[in-house]
């Protein structure tokens, strides 16, 4: 549809990318006899080299959470491939996942049920350590290390989850998917359900690990001016396509798509003229959108 | 064994949720309930275990010559109608009902909670066939089929049991499932599939934590139920002749009754204080996890505890404060606050004083624990029933709906302005529909209710609504359901009916924070024209300083229930004097380089002083 | 809304079958001494083995049973074993005692549950206090034993009603009234109290939601909002709390009957199963059973009628 929507992956070579994703459909079955299943995603492309960061935009529904999920193993793939350093983990089994388990990771959005609340985060952060076959004493030090990394008191580890802010869960979480040094993050909305200046505190954080240890991450939100932050190249979803995708600055500055377009101009900024300036374009692309549909409505 | 070895045991399960669980069994003995019926417990296991040493007859031994005696220092308790000594039946009665009483509960957990786990975890046919299962099994009455059972296999306590227990593990099957379901897509499952855990690790780790302490509840009802059935069927005479149990007695006393009712109460008060210990410690234990999760909501919304000793807020509005002009609506040095158990006052909303004029919109911003939204129901009146007024008042048109002496919003004189003059914009679109009305007749109850016109006119008027808030089918919308409408249609809805009534202040609390950019952009239209064609004031409640300059004629900021900062709006957003509006506007992303630091300096660990440490 | 039914109808007829069978298949392995115990000790050993052709003793589980339910499903359920009383005949005598026990008692349960548990979940306080501690005492106590009570206390202590009855419903009805009042009290406190619980936590759940507190914005009265809005939607719980103390009261109900000498159903479940007169056992079954399918139908017509989600799908 646009110019760099699609194949371009497949056109570029495959093995300086950590993450390949080709043709990718997912699909849900419904309840009842012999109806068709949904189709959550459908002929995704993207690809991550190592110390990138890939932004994922949307609104709700777009699909965008399924595509991290479905990188992650936790959503139906019915058609194309993922390849995680050159290994085909499509269908991997949980055995595969397990050793997946070092190099990817995940944070999701809510760190309130993100975390077992009935387990203290030493527990928590040693659950992948011990699945990795780490002695208990070994994990107690890596744990330690961790915490420090992320910036929380060491005697955290004796806590139990509600005893921490979102903030500080959240920072918990990003110390989970660090404990094994991974390769890439699928960062889920991580920063949705934060206050304002926890969100800055966070993505902070984000960026210092990217700088210490190059890992890459697949960052999805609905926020435009998040991903445009944090992302060294950005996709853009709709209806369980991707309709767009290029770097950060020529999204924001040059977006091709009617959605990417309109989402752009629909985050207020915050300063009264501005806005309204924002406003006015809005009300303006928005009329021209609509006379392009009805113009190419009979047509099609 | 008791309900208390059950739980000792529990807590030796995981390691490390062994913190927590003793915390539970604290609680469950200072709760005087829990301590009696732990206490009860005890005894009558106590009873059961030493039935030999403290009974001093067999309890079928009968001494003929001594029938229906009086207690004696041989017969402490008196004898029955064949002279047996009803002591002694008493406590080996302890022993047969206790023992039945688990064997159920044994076999009710022993089907119902794998079944349960499996069905919950992994859904599919299993899942089907099992609910089939369950469904027949609960529509059979109990005492019937173990009247056939007992057909079948002839009067046996112990296959009685079994049969009852098969029948109440769909009580344990439904238990554990919905309690699975619930946790199955939660994300620390999703981050324990992801690291590489087995099925079985994460259901002994992730799932098994979460059923444990209902699956203790249920077992003491479950035994209660037991028990309570097992000496039915004894008392209809169907138990085995030679064992003495409590039923046996009943029915022996039950015939006897003209000649000696003692005879009746022995049984019916051990049966009476064991179910009811059961049912005691079950409520003991809920109480006492119920407790337990309490503690996160209040962490949750959040943060500083303030309490009244506070110095008085920093920034004073004095044109505000001290005016005696008359306002739309003048809210001055309010603070809310929550009693605690130890007496003392958790203040959320501290010295906070502002006014709003018709056809002004003024915007309330802080972060979640601010105490913006309290502020908010506080003019609504729809503050949280324990909420209490500590000081300050809120005069709307120049009458006090709190007066400066008043510890509560007056109801009565609100209702005389809420749904007429103020109305309410709330967040969540959807959970603020009743889903059993269709929303036409929500748009049109409260027109008929408080402009006093007949149905067809409000009807009329809702239809004219709908279509102002931008929905193009307005028929079809009046006639839907909530759930078959999208959330930013919902929330136009709820925007109609909040201008339904022509008010003339209209308070909304974070009404597009649930909507995608794109709706949200489209409803602060919406509400922008709405409030400069009606000409209404508007107190927006929000985080976003995004919305506050798109729709805000003059801002408020708030800070842990203290107002910081208030005034024009280009003013704050563009000059901002304290500290923390200064930061919360640095960390707004819009304008920044991208890919670097918003608050720190590099170090990782910085970022904690920023923090509010809730909790720690 | 007809396919709706019609599907839940198949499912209890397939329920139906299925529990029939089960029963069926316990009661075969009761049935060795039968004949004798019908024809009594002095009977022969041919006169036995005669009788066990008549009543078909000597065939196979599957053919036995078929042949039941080939004349069950004619109307046909057989007669007692024991007193040649036609099994259907046998029922629609006791059935109507039994019947307006339990659903006097449910009515009852209903309305005060109902009320209890709502002014528990609207002014809390002592009220609440009072329900919740009531409940503990009536789920303390087994029906069965509170009907033992009561009857000591009331009618064998103070004379205050008739401690048994043997009078049928068309015996004139103040005596009947009479001798219902205790072992519908008895039931009613047994139940009334876990039920007025179950509405007290569904009202006050529908009390903290969201819609609430937008309704109370737009000056709804409370009056309204409690008995239109709150009450609607925390009825299906309730529902399912009576629909399942229903089913349980048709098996209690058994042992209340023996303490009253009602003539119910009750008594006629304890003799057919103890004697192992299988005809009667399985027209008592059949009859419970599709009581049971019949409410739990209606439980869910007036659910689907409350919810339009559940309506539309």
């Known amino acids: 549809m646009t110019r760099t929507q699609g194949k371009r992956s497949a056109v570029e070579p495959q093995g300086e990318n950590i993450l390949t994703v080709d043709n990718l459909d997912v699909e849900y079955p419904l309840k009842g006899f012999r109806r068709k299943p949904f189709r959550a995603l459908t002929d995704i492309n993207i690809h991550i080299k190592p110390g990138e960061t890939l932004g994922l935009v949307g609104e709700s529904g777009s699909g965008k959470t399924t595509l991290g999920r479905a990188i992650l193993g936790l959503a139906p793939i019915s058609k194309g491939t993922v390849v995680f350093e050159g290994n085909d983990i499509t269908q991997a089994d949980r055995k595969q996942r397990r050793s997946l388990g070092r190099d990817l990771q995940v944070v999701f959005q809510d760190p309130y049920t993100s975390l077992n609340p009935s387990l203290e985060i030493g527990d928590i952060l040693a659950e992948p350590l011990g699945v990795q076959g780490q002695s208990p004493e070994a994990a107690r030090k890596r744990v330690r290390e961790l915490l420090d990394q992320v910036g929380l008191p060491s005697d955290a580890i004796n806590r139990l989850p509600r005893e921490f802010s979102g903030g500080q869960r959240q920072r918990i979480a990003i110390a989970r998917a660090l404990a094994l040094s991974p390769k890439l993050i699928v960062c889920d909305e991580p920063v949705s359900a934060l206050d304002l200046s926890t969100q800055a505190v966070v993505l902070d954080l984000f960026l210092q690990i990217q700088k210490d240890t190059g890992v890459s991450y697949l960052f999805v939100s609905h926020d435009l001016d998040v991903v445009r932050h944090i992302s060294h190249r950005v996709a853009v979803m709709y209806h369980g396509e991707i309709v767009e995708q290029g770097t950060a600055e020529q999204i924001t500055r040059d977006p091709q798509h009617p959605y990417t377009q309109r989402l752009l101009l629909a985050s207020p900024v915050p300063d009264p003229d501005r806005q309204a300036k924002r406003r006015d374009e809005r009300h303006a692309l928005l009329e021209v959108q609509r006379l392009e549909e009805a113009s190419t409505l009979p047509v099609s | 064994m008791s309900e208390i070895e059950v739980l000792a045991d529990q807590s030796d399960v995981g390691q490390k949720g062994t913190v927590v669980r003793s915390h539970v069994i604290k609680k469950i003995l200072k709760n005087p309930m829990g301590l009696i019926a732990v206490g009860i417990l005890t005894l009558v296991v106590l009873l059961a275990i030493l039935a030999n040493v403290l009974a001093p007859f067999d309890p079928n031994f009968a001494n003929i010559g001594k029938t229906l005696a009086n207690p004696d220092s041989t017969n402490l308790l008196g004898t029955d109608s064949v002279g047996r000594d009803v002591w002694s039946r008493l406590v080996f009665g302890a022993r047969t009902t206790l023992l039945s009483a688990l064997l159920c509960a044994a076999v009710a957990v022993g089907i119902g909670l794998p079944a349960g786990l499996i069905a919950g975890y992994y859904a599919g046919k299993f899942d089907g066939v099992a609910n089939w299962v369950v469904n027949i099994l609960m529509a059979l009455p109990g005492i019937i089929v173990l009247l056939t059972v007992r057909a079948a296999f002839g009067p046996s306590v112990w296959i009685s049991m079994v049969a009852f227990g098969i029948l109440l593990s769909p009580g344990y099957f439904r238990l554990t499932r919905t309690a699975v379901q619930s946790v199955r897509n939660e994300l620390y499952v999703d981050a324990a599939r992801v690291a590489g855990l087995s099925d079985a690790s994460i259901i002994a780790r992730h799932i098994f934590s979460v059923v444990r302490a209902p699956i203790i509840i249920q077992t003491a009802i479950v035994c209660g139920v037991a028990i309570s059935i097992q000496s039915g069927l004894e008392f209809l005479g169907l138990g085995d002749p030679t064992v003495a149990t409590w039923g046996v007695m009943l029915s022996e006393g039950f015939k006897n009754v003209y000649l000696n009712p003692t005879l009746l109460l022995w049984p019916a008060l051990a049966i009476g204080l064991t179910i009811g210990a059961l049912v005691l410690l079950g409520n003991a234990v809920r109480d006492a996890l119920e407790d337990a999760e309490k503690i996160k909501p209040a962490k949750r919304g959040s943060v500083a505890a303030l309490n009244s000793r506070t110095a008085p807020g920093r920034t004073q509005n004095e044109a505000v404060a001290a005016g005696t002009e008359h306002h739309l609506v003048k809210v001055s040095h309010l603070g809310v606050g929550y009693p605690q158990a130890d007496g003392s006052v958790k203040k959320v909303v501290d010295d906070v004083s502002f006014h709003v004029d018709r056809g002004e919109v003024l915007g309330i911003v802080g972060e979640s624990g601010s105490g913006k939204s309290q502020t908010a129901f506080s003019i609504l009146g729809l503050l949280p029933e324990a909420a209490r007024i500590v000081g300050g008042s809120i005069q709307f048109d120049g009458k006090y709906t709190v007066a400066p002496t008043d510890d509560s919003v007056s109801q009565s004189r609100l209702s005389e302005f809420r749904g007429k003059r103020i109305s309410y914009i709330p967040q969540e679109p959807m959970s603020n529909l009743d889903p059993a009305f269709t929303i036409g007749h929500q748009l049109v109850t409260p027109m008929v209710r408080v402009l006093k016109i007949s149905k067809s006119e409000a009807k009329k008027r809702a239809l004219k609504l709908l279509d102002d808030v931008g929905i193009r089918f307005p028929e079809k919308t009046f006639n839907a359901y909530p759930h078959e409408v999208s959330g930013g249609m919902a929330q136009r809805v709820l925007i109609a009916g909040a201008i339904s009534c022509e008010p003339d202040l209209i308070i909304a609390d974070e009404p597009t924070t649930a909507l995608d950019v794109t709706v949200q952009a489209d409803v602060l239209d919406l509400i922008r024209d709405l409030q400069k064609s009606l000409n209404v004031g508007v107190i927006l409640v929000t985080h976003n300083f995004g919305v506050v300059a798109d729709l805000c004629d003059r801002v408020a900021v708030m800070q842990d229930g203290r107002m910081v900062e208030e005034g024009d709006v280009r003013e704050i957003l563009r000059n901002p004097q304290d500290p923390y509006t200064q930061k919360l506007l640095g960390s707004m992303l819009e304008g920044k380089e991208p890919m670097t630091m918003l608050v720190s300096a590099g170090a990782s660990a910085g970022g904690a002083d920023n923090e509010k440490e809730a909790g720690l | ?313």
Do not use: C
């Open chain 3, 1 to 313: 809304m007809v396919t709706f039914i019609l599907r839940k109808l198949a499912a209890g007829v397939v329920v139906l079958a299925a529990i029939s069978f089960l029963t069926y298949f316990l009661l075969y392995f009761s049935s060795a001494n039968i004949a004798r115990n019908i024809l009594g000790e002095f009977a022969s050993q041919e006169q036995v083995a005669a009788k066990e052709i008549e009543l078909g003793l000597d065939q196979a589980l599957l053919p036995r049973f078929f042949a039941w339910a080939g004349h069950a499903l004619t109307g046909d359920l057989g007669t007692s074993w024991f007193t040649s009383e036609p099994v259907a005949r046998a029922l629609m005598t006791r059935l109507p005692v039994t019947l307006t026990v339990v659903i006097v008692s449910i009515i009852f349960i209903a309305i005060i549950a109902t009320a209890l548990g709502m002014a528990a979940a609207v002014k809390r306080g002592w009220i609440d206090k009072a329900v919740q501690s009531a409940a503990v005492i009536g789920d303390a106590i087994p029906s069965f034993v509170m009907a033992i009570i009561l009857v000591t206390v009331f009618a064998i202590q103070l004379k205050l009603f008739p401690a048994t009855s043997s009078i049928s419903p068309d015996s004139g009805s103040a005596a009947w009234i009479a001798s219902l009042a205790l072992p519908v009290l008895a039931i009613v406190i047994n139940g009334v109290t876990s039920a007025a619980q179950q509405i007290r936590s569904a009202v006050i759940k529908q009390l903290e939601k969201d819609y609430v507190r937008t309704l109370r914005s737009r000056g709804i009265s409370e009056r309204e909002i409690l008995f239109k809005h709150v009450l609607r939607s925390a009825a299906p719980a309730g529902l399912t709390v009576l629909s399942l103390q229903f089913i349980g009261m048709l098996g209690g109900v058994v042992i209340i009957e023996q303490i009253f000498a009602l003539p119910g159903m009750g008594a006629l479940a304890v003799q057919s199963t103890t004697m192992g007169d299988i005809p009667l056992v399985m027209g008592v079954v059949l009859y419970t059973v599709v009581i049971v399918i019949i409410v739990n139908l209606l439980v869910d017509l007036i659910n689907g009628w409350l919810n339009p989600k559940v309506r539309v799908s």
